[in-house]
């Protein structure tokens, strides 16, 4: 397919990987942001390509990683209701929250919809007048202003049957936490091309400058992100800390204030706790007041508050990149794909799964 | 999560801002794409789409810069003669 095929040339990578060995005279570390990235790196197997001193880390963009175990629990509790009718993106259904899962709920005969869009929920709304339509809403900036689109129209189409069940968060307020830890490694950051498509790359400009790290907008295929570590190699090496946009065909530097608009309609910024990792002060988006009657957790009181974690899982450890997947004792073990312990191991874009599917070594 | 396919935009099929859709061939894989985040998308440009929106029109030229930059390296390490 045109724009992903010739971005996948192991000609050029091999080219890319051959300067970024020339550029690089001491170690460094790169962490990618993206869950989408992390895939593409164990996938294409780009470490490989690299020269021993550059490591990657991998973060903590994946939303079904860190969707925290309440709101888990909070969509369970929905789909149980004989009068609700859940939708919801299918890497969801496997996470485990304290007990269960939505797809055993499933099982045992809730409602419970896997949608591809969110405009496919507004659709099983119009068709079910009787039911309440609940979907669950989550993802970084990207699928925020779909997300909010959906609720937007669900406001001017007086659809009373429609709600949204909300976990919405923010790269730019994680990085800043990534990198206020005192055992910080990471030295220069992959940013998501996609998150900067809706955002522009503005809000990294104070990022860069304050912990003085260079940020480079990466895309998602193997020679994106073979360039997104060149120019950080190239900056780190020049003592350089500054945003560049290694993903402009698709990121334009104000990103996509159509998108934006509808998202700063709907949302706004709050507080919102990340699954293994804990509370980050404005690092979520909520419902704004004119749309609260779209709350899923206040039409149906519930609250979707913090549930402590399976002791075993090191999840936030990882979603931070203070650990490899591999340093868990559960890894490949107590925790696979098909039985998972944490988020990371259900998501393709969970760093657990992606180091699982694509390991080279027996476990 | 954040993954954007690209495809091209065959037929533009809703007009009203708020609505704005065509039709998006994906490598022949043609699905009804809400376009009303890329107002300047039209009929044969590439679009980038996120669960069912398209986020970002494609730069072709953006697009041809890596391809552009890496020929030329190529260029200068081939040996001299």
Redesign the interface.
């Known amino acids: 397919m045109k724009y992903l095929d010739e971005y996948r040339d192991c000609e050029t990578a091999k080219k890319i990987a051959a300067k970024i060995a020339e550029s690089a005279t001491q170690p460094w570390t790169i962490m990618e942001i993206c869950g989408g990235q992390t895939h593409a790196i164990m996938r294409y197997g780009i470490q490989d390509l690299l020269p021993d001193g550059i490591e990657l880390l991998h973060g903590p963009g994946c939303p079904v990683c860190v969707t925290p175990l309440g709101k888990i629990d909070a969509a369970i509790a929905l789909a149980r209701r004989p009068d609700v009718i859940l939708c919801s993106f299918g890497d969801m259904l496997r996470v485990p929250g304290s007990a269960t899962d939505l797809l055993t709920v499933r099982a045992q005969g809730a409602d419970v919809r896997i949608v591809y869009s969110p405009l496919d929920a507004l659709t099983v709304a119009a068709e079910n007048p009787d039911r309440q339509i609940v979907f669950f809403a989550i993802g970084f900036e990207t699928t925020a202003p779909p997300n909010a689109m959906a609720i937007f129209q669900a406001a001017r189409q007086n659809l009373t049957n429609y709600s949204a069940l909300v976990s919405q968060v923010l790269v730019p307020p994680a990085i800043e936490a990534i990198l206020s830890h005192d055992e910080a490694r990471v030295q220069a950051f992959l940013a998501a091309g996609h998150v900067c498509t809706i955002t522009g790359s503005a809000e990294y400009l104070p990022i860069a400058a304050r912990y003085h790290v260079p940020i480079a907008v990466t895309g998602f295929e193997p020679l994106d992100i073979l360039d997104g570590i060149l120019e950080c190699v190239r900056q780190l090496e020049a003592g350089e800390a500054t945003v560049r946009n290694c993903y402009a065909r698709s990121a334009r530097d104000d990103g996509n204030p159509t998108a934006r608009s509808i998202l700063e309609t709907v949302f706004e910024p709050a507080a919102q706790t990340w699954r293994g990792i804990g509370e980050i002060p404005q690092s979520g988006l909520v419902l704004r007041a004119e749309y609260a009657q779209f709350d899923a957790e206040q039409r149906f009181g519930l609250n979707g508050g913090t549930v402590p974690e399976p002791a075993e899982c090191i999840a936030g450890e990882v979603l931070q990149g203070r650990c490899k997947p591999t340093a868990c004792t559960a890894f490949g073990t107590r925790c696979t794909p098909d039985s998972p312990l944490g988020a990371p191991m259900v998501s393709d874009e969970g760093a657990c799964a992606a180091y699982y599917r694509f390991r080279r070594v027996a476990l | ?6 495809g ?1 935009i065959i037929e533009l099929t809703e007009t009203d801002p ?1 609505l704005r859709a065509g039709r998006v061939s ?2 022949g894989i043609v699905k009804t794409v ?1 376009l ?4 300047e998308a039209q009929v044969d440009d ?1 679009v ?1 789409v ?4 398209a ?2 029109t ?3 030229d ?2 041809a ?3 552009d930059t ?1 020929e030329e ?2 260029e200068f ?1 081939e040996p001299l003669p």
Do not use: K, W, Y
């Not at chain 2, 999560?1 to 690209?6: F, N, Q, R, T, Y």
């Not at chain 2, 996120?50 to 929106?53: E, I, N």
């Open positions: 999560m954040c993954l954007a396919i690209p091209r708020l994906f490598g809400n009303a985040f890329t107002p590439h980038l996120h669960v069912g929106f986020i970002s494609i730069d072709e953006e697009a810069r890596i391809f890496f390296l190529g390490q």
